[in-house]
């Protein structure tokens, strides 16, 4: 095994979204941060796959939970910060939906809950304005609560984002490097792993769906046990995007937030996700029955969704525990940190989780000096909302034509600073074969263009 | 951006849209401009290695790119302007297009606009299949492109899913590359296509499983195997590491969905009348776009006639569109059909020679089965036919549009007899 005789302030476990805002934060306040990660590609967990909601946490309970506010603090970092990296924002605004009386009856605690969760623009609107501001809800609507600070966001960019400023202030990122032991002397942790040793002084445990087994490798026990609960979605084609411009939420019951339709920032429609508790940690299978009952769900909320065809389906793990509340605990004896139970609303709390765990660090004494004037690196345009490659000159022509994604943006991701490692990861920075003919087209280009690239290639040549 | 102009665009150079601007060139218009996303114009065919193609075009059996090449040829030799690399990425009124090319964007103007976008497989996802998401899932045409464009081979022992002209063509394509199937299997109780083709598998070894459908697919990186149930409910485990969707076309609307353009919601094309005229009259549309799916000879002939229509529009010659009679239909039966709507002239000479050059109405089922089909206007039949209709195959009606002159109604109807 290599030495490594480096040593870090900070050893971050994990580069899903948590992971990558962790690194970001710790970078910035001026700590040498190491992100180690055992897949070959970063967001290849809980993080692939979710609703890309940037939630005001206006239904997160109870008020004053972590989960609720880490996600207030997360989603103002969130809308100050992201102009400066690039990140898009679809300013659609939300309807939580009755669709009967006693639904109906639900949502004035509902609207009492937002307005104690500091989301006052919050209120309760009737059917004949639901109607009137998104015509093509089913007549059934009852009454609705609008959110209008509830917005949608580019999932895949947004932790890619903050990892690239981490990195581009200093931070090091090791990928296929899985933890498989290690130990504290008092002073400082020694990490062994899959790419040898690593020192730091402090352990964040940010590794998600592996959470629990990542405590009881480093300190021999766990706060939590991580029970893995299924999300399946179905993507419908861009024409259905019309049909909404609201996220259109379901009134939420003890266990879920329900099935929600809304927008991407991709300008597609989305409808999902399932809750399935499931053994598998990394199994997503999508299961047609669940898939045609999502669909039918949808019709039920907008109808005309019956003339609209599927882009696409997948399936991701949240990880869930046998709490409801965010697990983030220290064991400050052994400068060691576990962000755990970060489930369905990470995406929106990560930047907030980050904040309250670096303010904890250096309340237990800690002292950085934070980077002077750091760099503010900006990630491609992908969103809708944004110019897109292919309006620029010099775009090297489309390769996927049905998500319009130029030869350029693909030679640049693969060139770019973190390179994707795989296809997926590629799909994710640039959303090449993710449109309505899956690959028809582009598979072929894509497998000259990303030749010697990937460890599995598209394809040998014969 | 420097705005472009043209007397007619055409968008697509597969065989419909080479066909038409051939034929719009022998027609003497001046500018007609062909455009191109992929980086060579011939379309579907450019990416099919295999006989037959030609027979109806040049009488001569070719492979698909050797077609391709002379039909690009042809257009080329004849002033035809090739825009290649160059997607159109918005539509509007009046002929109007956003396009994208390599430098960047750029609008377009045109008189007269045809779409011949063409169609496409209906991939995994749309088709709500359970299981994982590894590598080695693709439609034919993916795996075409693959094989004969760029010489690669994705897997070496694929699943094939699907018994339709499409799924031989996606037999031929691995036996060039090497690559042997695990088998071919079909939910129908026989093969889709032509009856004959049920030889091929068996000549290349490769099981044939009818009244069978894919349940799952399994596998991390590569997919490692597949359940297939038969038609007795039991489900087996197949290894392999590839499956190929073939198959299900559907038209490739999605530049006419966003548009001012009207769709058909049957055939998932736009409307068009019987001079393949869409809602606005300034744009045309042909090809497999309108009737998913045809061969590459049917949609070159109907190019060349739609070119006639296009030509004598230039000069005025076709009737206007203010009075539009929709063709209805209550029969679940049928699929599609089109033209969806037909423009009735002032005088009834007016229908002239152009109109009867129309093939009539185009038409495909929802399953194989025998009856006879019915055009009525205002109640009386005015075009029947006995026919039994696979469910892929072309089904032609003749369109008397003389005796449409005067009409307020038109209805299409199947009476069943027995379903096969």
Redesign the interface.
Known sequence: MRANDDLFDIIVVGSGVVGSAMARRFTLEGARVLVIEKSSDTLDGASKANSAILHTGFDASPSGSQEQVCIAEGYAEYLQIRARLNLPLLECGALLLAWNQQEADRLEQILRDAHRNGVSSARLISRKQVLDREPQIGAAVVAAIEVPGEFVVDPWSAPYAYLLQAIENGARLERSCELLGGSFDGDSWRLETGKGQFRGRQVINCAGLFGDHIDQLLIGQSSFEIRPRKGQFV?F???AA?LTRSILLPVPTETTKGIVVCPTIFGNLLVGPTAEEQPSRE???????A??EL?KRGRAILPALE?H??????AGIRPATEHKDYQIKWEHQQNYCCVGGIRSTGLSAALGIAAQVFREFSAAGARHQPVEDPLWPQVPGIAETVQRG?????????VC??E?VTRREIENALQGRIAPGS?AELKRRTRVTMG??????C???L??LTNGFFE?A????? | MQQQACQVAIIGAGPAGLACAIRLRQLGVEEVLLIEREAAAGGVPRHCGHSPFGMREFHRLLSGPAYARRLVQQAIDLGVRLLLTTTVVKLAEGGRMILSTPAGEQPLQAEKVVICTGNRETPRSARLVSGTRPMGIMTTGALQSMVYLKQRRPFRHPVIVGTELVSFSALLTCRHAGIKPVAMVDSSSRVTAFPLAAMLPRVLRVPLLLNSSIKSIDGRQQVEAVEIEDHSGQVSTFPCDGVIFSGHFVAESSLIRPSHLLLDRRSGGPLVDQFGRCSDPDYFACGNLLHPVDTAGWCWSEGRRLAVFVHADLHGGLPVTEHLLEIDTASADIRYFTPQRIAIPQRVSDFGPLAEASPGLQLRFNDAGRGELKLRADDVVVASRHLRARAETRQLLQLPLAKLFQCQALSLDLTRRTAE
């Open positions: 993507v084609d861009k024409s019309s199994r997503a299978d999508t299961d047609s029955g898939l045609a669909i003339y065809g599927v882009t696409a389906t997948y292919w309006q620029q000159a010099d775009n090297g022509g489309i034509h049905c319009l296809l309505r003919c899956q690959g028809f087209y598979s072929a280009e497998s000259e599995q598209l394809g040998e040549k014969f």
